[in-house]
């Protein structure tokens, strides 16, 4: 696969002298001009954002919903939630995201961020879209303080369980130019990702772009993922090799 290179940066938004204060905090954070968004976003942030108890997830589960693209029945939004354009964002029921949890889409008209139905998104994980399309499959779980992020296509399928801390990103710099300071330089990407269903994360993985993780495959606690690993396959090691199969 080729890389393709994109640019998503704050810095290009608040460097920008043809915008207002307002207009870069829209563009940034709720995604359009609109103030009917703003208002709504503003409101829920406040007032109910930081909300503990089971009245703060009552009121959440009431009025969170306007802000997304579409969210399903009986989801529940925990307390101190970070939103980047949610209305880019599309949530299946009976789904679950924790408290301090991190949403946040930027990209094209005809890409987005989609979780399944019944999907657990633990405490302080990150999900983050700088380009391209997330899709989440039904079922999947995600234990706390993972980070999950694409600038180009990652799915994820259906019943996949995500150990604590885990990594699974295609959102890294380019540094070929030895010239140029390695934060400054375009964030590079291979064109997709795929992690099959009823795959096993240990905690600690780290499951660089561009892999390919078949159904029912199993990686260990602190495996670094390079290359793709086959249907029930057992993986482990850095980087990730395997070392049996699923029934052996």
């Known amino acids: 696969m080729k890389d393709s290179h994109r640019k998503y940066r704050f810095t290009d938004i608040i460097e920008d002298k ?3 204060s307002l207009q870069k905090y829209q563009d940034m954070v709720i995604g359009k001009r609109s103030l009917l968004p703003l208002i ?4 829920s942030m406040l ?3 930081p909300l503990p108890g089971a009245l703060g997830l009552v009121l959440r589960k009431r009025f969170f919903p306007s802000m997304f693209g579409s969210v399903g029945r009986n ?3 925990g307390h ?3 939103l980047r354009s949610p209305h880019r964002i599309f949530i299946g029921k009976n789904s679950v995201i924790d408290d301090f949890v991190f949403l946040s889409f930027r990209g094209g ?5 989609r979780l399944g139905k019944n999907v657990l ?3 302080f994980s990150q999900i983050k879209v700088r380009g391209g399309t997330l899709k989440l499959g039904d079922g999947v779980n995600i234990g706390p303080f993972c980070h999950i992020g694409t600038t180009g296509n990652l799915s994820i399928g259906d019943q996949v369980l995500i150990s604590a801390n885990c990594y699974i990103g295609g959102v890294r710099h380019s540094f070929r130019d030895k010239d140029t300071p390695i934060v400054e330089q375009v964030l590079q990407t291979e064109s997709r990702t795929d992690i099959g269903r009823d795959v096993w ?3 600690h993985v780290v499951v660089n772009d561009g892999v390919k993780i078949g159904a029912g495959a199993v990686v260990g606690a602190g495996a670094v993922v390079v290359r793709d690993i086959p249907p029930f396959s057992i993986a482990a090691g850095v980087p990730a090799k395997i070392i049996g199969t699923r029934g052996d």
Do not use: A
């Open 18 to 20: 043809n915008k207002s």
């Open 40 to 43: 709504r976003h503003e409101l």
């Open 47 to 49: 007032l109910l954002g």
């Open 75 to 77: 989801v529940l939004f």
């Open 80 to 82: 101190h939630l970070t």
């Open 109 to 113: 008209d005809d890409q987005d961020l």
């Open 121 to 123: 998104v633990g405490r």
């Open 201 to 203: 994360l240990g905690t």
